[in-house]
T-cell receptor, first 117, second 109 residues
């Protein structure tokens, strides 16, 4: 089945120790998103890639970086995790058809729950 | 930016109907989505509205009034497995989604 996969599902890191979360998709979608979701809060968009074009949200801290080496993979790098970065990180994809758009919904991966000690 | 409001919690009995309201203020509108999210899991797509009116999909229906900035999700014949958080999300003209904080629905036997 075509899907969005995130590894690992649970990640524990130490305060200040860099960590990388990964996302892969078999949907051949051209857009990939990273969201941060804290308990009982709305998912918050951090950034997204439209093909190879990187789009950062204005309020995303510099501590968060992303890489998309190819269509299928996207990585979230947290350079120096703080206690406030503990959250669920959700990867999502959709297929945007240029100006025509279309309603294509975003497909979400199962998420990676990050704990910072 | 987007401002999206939905109730925090709702409780209903198995077999009943529940309506979850969502109001939004937007700087650009390109569709409204409803997602279901079970605790600790990813959101899954339920419905999409871009034109005014009702969209029905089995036990779930969603309504949109663009002039009022209002949508609702109607869940009929509630089952225990419907206990989850329901997220209202507005898509803006740049195709980004802005989510509400979610409504936690608890279904009781």
């Amino acid at each position: 089945d075509a899907m969005v996969i995130q590894n690992p599902r649970y990640q524990v890191t130490q305060f200040g120790k860099p960590v990388t979360l990964s996302c892969s998709q078999t949907l051949n979608h051209n857009v990939m998103y990273w969201y941060q979701q804290k308990s009982s809060q709305a998912p918050k968009l951090l950034f997204h890639y439209y093909d190879k074009d990187f789009n950062n949200e204005a309020d995303t801290p510099d501590n968060f970086q992303s890489r998309r080496p190819n269509t299928s993979f996207c990585f979230l790098d947290i350079r120096s995790p703080g206690l406030g970065d503990a959250a669920m990180y959700l990867c999502a994809t959709d297929k945007r058809r240029g100006a025509q758009g279309g309603y294509n919904e975003q497909f979400f991966g199962p998420g990676t729950r990050l704990t910072v000690l | 930016g987007q401002n999206i409001d939905q109730p925090t919690e709702m409780t209903a009995t198995e077999g009943a109907i529940v309506q979850i309201n969502c109001t939004y203020q937007t700087s650009g509108f390109n569709g409204l989505f409803w997602y279901q999210q079970h605790a600790g899991e990813a959101p899954t797509f339920l419905s999409y509205n871009v034109l005014d009116g009702l969209e029905e999909k089995g036990r779930f229906s969603s309504f949109l009034s663009r002039s009022k900035g209002y949508s609702y999700l109607l869940l009929k014949e509630l089952q225990m497995k419907d206990s989850a958080s329901y997220l209202c999300a507005v898509r803006s003209n740049d195709y980004k989604l802005s989510f509400g904080a979610g409504t936690t629905v608890t279904v009781r036997a």
